[in-house]
Each structure stands twice: as C-alpha cells, then as structure tokens.
C-alpha cells in the first residue's frame, strides 16, 4: 500500500493501519506500508468477501494526528486443486 500523507511525517510520527477494523500490530515509518500474509491471516475477517483497509497518523505518543477514509476492496483466492487420474 502506498499512501500519501500531507504534511509529511515527522520523524516520531507513525502510521497504524486497521484491516476489517483490526489493527497491524506493526508500525510503518514510512507511507510505504507492507500488509504481510501473517498480518493478513491475523487481522482479516475471511478471505473471500469485503475487505476495508484504514490508514491512521499517530504521533509519539500513540495520539491519532490524522487518519484516512476507510477504503472498500474484494479479495478473492484462488486454489488449484489437484485432479484424480483415471485408472
């Protein structure tokens, strides 16, 4: 995810980021934010169906700055199952 925060971050500042109302239990640095498969599988509601992602400032202190909308997506998983050979 790549976010565009305005003003820029200061350097104590943070950025949390809540998936399906769950918070990451890292804090990015950066507006370059990595939603890994471990925080995925620990914070997504299901993996087939809406999802909401919601970006929040936070100074050093944990107090919210500023936060973003929450932004609405799909997800859909694939799976390749493996066929039987005839005999």
Known sequence: IRARVSPALRGSDRILVSL???LLKTRFR??????TEADWNA????????????LTVVDAKGE???ASAPVSFYV??????KQRRAK
Request: glycine share 4%.
């Open 20 to 22: 399906d109302g769950n």
């Open 30 to 35: 950066s507006p370059n934010v990595r939603v």
């Open 43 to 54: 914070t997504a509601s299901s993996d087939d169906s809406l999802h909401t992602i919601q």
């Open 64 to 66: 919210p700055l500023i």
């Open 76 to 81: 859909q998983r694939a799976t390749v199952a």
